[in-house]
């Protein structure tokens, strides 16, 4: 298990059906926000689970292949069992995480608020100006247009590259064909616009031209930033080391910039920036504090949880305990001293039933048993997915649930019962022997039964506690992630652009509340 800052996520080893032997650096199967369905009774019932970890560190030995998985819905009778075996299927006609951002998204909406209804679902073609230009609207006329679409590239290239292609093109056609003065127009004087093209048309240039004009004419402190959404992260740096030229207030959500530049205005970049300057922070008005209180909530949690699964793992339970909690009577506990029948627990005077389990019959420990012939494996090395494409689907994964470039936390084995592994028609009824007085009277051959259902009925005790814990800590999980996301819309609103990609906008846009910012101004390039 791995208390992770998403909640307790469950580390679980598997074996591929069919005998097949996984190339997993190319493989699309388990990718972190694949649904997967669990079930323990041939799928009579079942429990659906999202990967989340997907470590190759973890996926080399056939034998022991593990993801980190987090139920939809937990259940403490079987999240803390680790005797449990599901077979497992996975959902491979469609990516979960990327449909379940889009369906969240769609559950949030208010049909009366809808963005662009009146053009994307009535279909009106009278497209009015946005408010936010309506005050300038006049300045931009024909003229303005393109005197700016012919000096933008000085902007861009530098004055002497500049200089250099007007050289070149002295003589030259310097008019502004009429379809760039329309398209700039639309982009400039209407709520919604359309530019198409070839690639190579500059429909690019004329994007980064619109954005240079609003940020000079319109205060984005009232207006809120300009969203700027690409298809892929590359389109994106490209487009944000544009805007770079003549603006440096930007902020990247995601991790996968290629670009040296852009990688500094990552989210993640800017916030540690702002927790290592916290004079900065203040000035701008950004929240840098975390949830102490609720962090120091977290792990006295945590603390109690890894105490009660050390105890879930003792296999000789303290007798003490046994009789605490009304497993064993008074003389059961008595007549476990006669003798000298009973072993100290650690050293201490907590004696256990070991020595008095020395007549049950022998019990295999189910780790030493192989499952598996690595010489019947089928190699299955196709490459399904490239490997640079699945590290993006990793990242966006993360960005969309988490506020860290990786899963961190910690970490515990649940250990495995040897006892309570132990099939009941081994040992046979107990019925009968369960509230004996003296355990003495108890066969040799019985004892094994009994004492698994005193384990049995100990770890049901554990296991209530365990999950009433398990829902306060995915709570407080949720608790600290909605802080972090208000220190997050906080550094957000200190930008002037905003960029992400198609999947990026789809899984943020519900995890960080956008509404404040009052956006009134969208680019999307490159769709």
């Known amino acids: 298990m791995l208390f992770a800052n998403m ?19 190319q493989s699309k199967r ?19 689970a999202t990967v989340v970890e997907r470590d190759l560190d973890f996926l080399q030995n056939p034998r022991d292949l593990r993801i980190g998985i987090k139920f939809l819905h937990p259940d403490p009778q079987l999240d803390f069992d680790r005797d449990i075996c599901y077979t497992m299927i996975e959902s491979m006609q469609g990516y979960y995480e990327a449909y379940r951002h889009v369906l969240k998204c769609l559950q949030d909406l208010d049909p009366d608020t809808l963005p662009f209804k009146a053009q994307l679902v009535g279909l ?15 300045q931009w006329d024909h003229d303005f247009i393109a005197e700016s679409v012919l000096n933008f590239p000085k902007l861009l290239k530098g004055e002497e590259a500049f200089a250099r292609s007007k050289a070149r093109d002295e003589g030259g056609d310097r008019t502004v064909r009429a379809n760039v003065l329309e398209a700039m127009e639309r982009l400039l004087t209407k709520e919604f616009a359309v530019v198409q093209g070839p690639p190579g048309t500059g429909k690019t240039f004329l994007g980064l031209l619109a954005a240079n004009i609003l940020l000079k004419d319109c205060r984005t402190t009232a207006t809120g930033p300009i969203i700027v959404i690409c298809q892929t992260n590359h389109a994106l740096d490209q487009f944000l080391e544009g805007i770079m030229k003549f603006e440096d207030r930007i902020i990247r959500l995601g991790s996968r910039s290629k670009s040296k530049d852009v990688s500094e205005k990552t989210l993640y970049k800017v916030r540690q920036y702002y927790k290592e300057n916290a004079d900065f922070a203040r000035n701008d008005g950004v929240r840098t504090g975390g949830p102490g209180r609720l962090y120091k909530l977290k792990s006295k ?4 949880m890894l105490s009660l699964l050390d105890e879930l793992g003792e296999e000789y339970v303290p007798l003490l ?12 506990l008595d007549s476990f001293a006669q003798d000298g029948w009973v072993t100290r627990h650690n050293q201490e005077e907590n004696p256990t039933a070991e020595s008095w389990l020395k007549a049950a019959p022998h019990v295999h420990d189910p780790e030493a048993m192989s499952f598996l012939d690595d010489s019947l494996l089928k190699d299955d090395f196709l490459p399904e997915i490239d490997e640079e494409e699945l590290e993006e689907r990793v990242e966006e994964f993360m960005t969309g649930n988490i506020d860290e470039p990786k899963l961190m936390g910690k970490s515990v084995d649940v250990k495995r019962s040897i006892v309570c592994h132990v099939d009941d028609d081994m040992v046979g009824g107990i ?39 398990h829902t306060v800590f995915d709570l407080l999980c949720e608790n600290i992630r909605f802080e972090h996301r208000k220190s997050d819309e906080s550094i957000l609103k200190t930008a002037r652009v905003i960029g992400m990609t198609t999947t990026a906008a789809v899984s943020v846009s519900h995890r960080l509340c956008l509404d404040p910012f009052g956006l009134t101004r969208l680019t999307i390039d490159s769709c």
């Open 321 to 332: 305990e046994l009789h605490e909690l009304g497993i064993i009577t008074q003389q059961q």
């Open 124 to 138: 009106d073609p009278d497209i009015q100006g946005p408010r936010y230009s309506s005050h300038i609207q006049g």
């Open 301 to 304: 949690v945590e603390a109690e």
């Open 7 to 25: 909640g307790v996520l469950h580390r679980m080893s598997f074996i591929v059906g069919g005998g097949r032997r996984v190339n997993w650096r």
């Open 431 to 469: 019925e009968d022997w369960i509230r004996t007085p003296n355990v003495h009277d108890i066969p040799g051959s019985k004892r094994l039964g009994v004492y698994k259902y005193w384990v049995r009925r100990y770890r049901a005790h554990i296991v209530t506690r365990l999950g009433e814990l």
């Open 30 to 48: 388990l990718t972190p926000g694949t649904l997967v369905c669990l079930s323990i009774d041939d799928f009579a019932h079942v429990r659906l």
